[in-house]
């Protein structure tokens, strides 16, 4: 009887062993946004989804770190439960079994975020998964880009500087010559401006000496600055420079004296102050002039 007894309550352990494994399974945290990433004073929803395969839930917490938040058990009353949280603000009527809704978010709120699921009996079975969520706020407009002079010529040095707007973090930026991205080794980093409420203004420079093939076909120079934060951000500014003398393409590795010979500068052939009298003083006028005086002299002295 004890061997039977004994085989009958490893039996039922077994059993219970394997239904907790079946019991919970494909948790995981997902955002609303999807990115993670929430802009300073807006909402995000985090969602923590599930299959249970038919076993009863027990409970659904919240945590941001290890402190708990946010619970959800529903054989209780009331079934919710929120716990203060310093700057962390909840909206109730969006926040329920599997769903918190976050909203006002301020940069204190990032960081590690975990929902903790457990199933009742029979299996008990528990799991827990995390997100890092991140608070940003994004520049109110495009970034800036200066170039030194408008106009170049091959061989000059090409300097441009671009800006962002501030934000936190700061913005990523990258320079491209006509869409071509410009090599590290010409690039300049400069730190980032901090202001009184610790945003960052990003910039970065450009020294670049100009080629025949940076210019276009058009004789010109486009340097385009793209600026990005992490996913949840991205502009674009350009400008374009111009060749000095908008020289044709052929002739844009010829010495500067034989490209302007290409198109030679017409010389004036009469002075411009010359007036009728001066004409007729210069030329073929002077010598018919000379021999009306020698036989006007020679009918004299005859």
């Not at 039922?12 to 997902?30: C, H, I, P, S």
């Not at 909206?91 to 940069?107: A, C, I, M, P, T």
């Not at 520049?139 to 501030?166: F, H, M, Q, W």
Request: charged content about 20%.
């Amino acid at each position: 009887m004890q061997p039977t007894l004994c085989l009958a309550g490893v039996a039922f352990f077994a059993l219970l062993t394997v239904q907790g494994g079946l019991a919970l399974k494909d948790v995981r945290l997902v955002t609303r946004p999807g990115n993670g990433v929430v802009r300073r004073g807006s909402a995000i929803t985090l969602i923590c989804e599930y299959d249970l395969e038919g076993a009863p839930l027990y409970s659904v917490k919240w945590y941001r770190g290890n402190r708990e938040f946010f619970r959800h058990v529903p054989n209780e009353t009331p079934s919710t439960e929120m716990f203060p949280f310093q700057g962390l603000n909840i909206d109730r009527e969006q926040s329920h079994d599997n769903k918190v809704q976050l909203v006002d978010v301020g940069f204190n709120l990032a960081g590690n975020y975990s929902c903790e699921v457990s199933a009742d009996a029979p299996s008990f079975s528990t799991d827990f998964v995390s997100h890092y969520i991140t608070v940003v706020a994004l520049p109110d407009k495009r970034p800036v880009v200066t170039a030194e002079r408008p106009d170049y010529e091959v061989g000059d040095v090409l300097r441009a500087n671009c800006t962002s707007g501030i934000s936190r973090p700061s913005a990523n930026l990258t320079f491209y010559i006509n869409d071509v991205p410009v090599s590290a080794d010409d690039v300049r980093h400069f730190p980032a401006r901090l202001t009184t409420d610790l945003m960052e203004s990003s910039q970065i420079g450009l020294v670049l000496t100009l080629r025949p093939f940076h210019f276009t076909s058009q004789s010109r120079v486009t340097i385009r600055c793209d600026a990005t934060i992490l996913n949840a951000y991205a502009e674009t500014a350009k400008v374009t420079v111009k060749s000095r003398l908008d020289v044709p393409l052929h002739a844009r590795d010829l010495p500067v004296s034989s490209a302007a010979a290409i198109e030679p500068k017409p010389e004036r052939v009469t002075s411009p102050n010359r007036t009728g009298s001066a004409l007729l003083a210069s030329g073929p006028f002077w010598r018919a002039n000379l021999v009306m005086w020698v036989a006007l002299v020679l009918v004299v002295c005859s």
